[in-house]
């Protein structure tokens, strides 16, 4: 998956279902401005961790993170046409899959379980990702990419990134 351009599509109707592990790995935060945002958590007394950048913060919180981005940047990657006045909420929780094949069927089970694909798996620059709503339309971004860090128990290890 990861060999194909960016903007690939991989169905997620294709293939078996498979259920993520009871586990969230980041809470994404759509701001009107990371720099301004980012300031306000480090006045809270939060540490921003070394690896994001000016576009994309993120906060260690224990095995997860909080992560900021331009409320823009988050509505055009969830394929929602304009961060304003769209039913797009700003808020979403990201699931890191172990694997770029898990994506697809993760989000087909989203799907069986009664929830509604948003945007299909999808080769991003930095991997593969889609996203699905459950059925209230809170917003469950399915991710892998080979720069995140998880531990042994599949908890993300904010402050470190795999080389890419």
């Known amino acids: 998956m990861l060999d194909q351009p960016t903007g690939t599509v991989f169905p997620s109707t294709a293939v078996a279902g498979l259920s993520p592990r009871q586990r969230l790995h980041l809470v994404l935060l759509g701001v009107a401005d990371v720099a301004r945002s980012t300031a306000f958590f480090e006045a809270l007394g939060w540490t921003r961790s070394p690896t994001g950048n000016d576009g994309f913060a993120k906060f260690d919180l224990g095995g997860y ?5 331009s409320r823009e940047a988050f509505a055009q990657d969830a394929g929602f046409a304009s961060a304003q006045g769209s039913g797009f909420a700003g808020v979403g929780l990201i699931y ?5 094949q898990e994506v697809p069927r993760i989000l087909a089970q989203a799907v069986v379980a009664g929830g509604r694909l948003v945007k299909p798996a999808t080769r991003t620059h930095w991997g593969v990702a889609g996203y699905f709503a459950d059925p209230d339309g809170h917003l469950f971004e399915v991710d892998y990419e080979d720069a995140w860090v998880l531990d042994a128990d599949h908890r993300l290890v904010v402050d470190q990134v795999n080389a890419t």
């Open 65 to 69: 993170a909080l992560c900021l981005i």
């Open 96 to 100: 890191l899959a172990a694997s770029p």
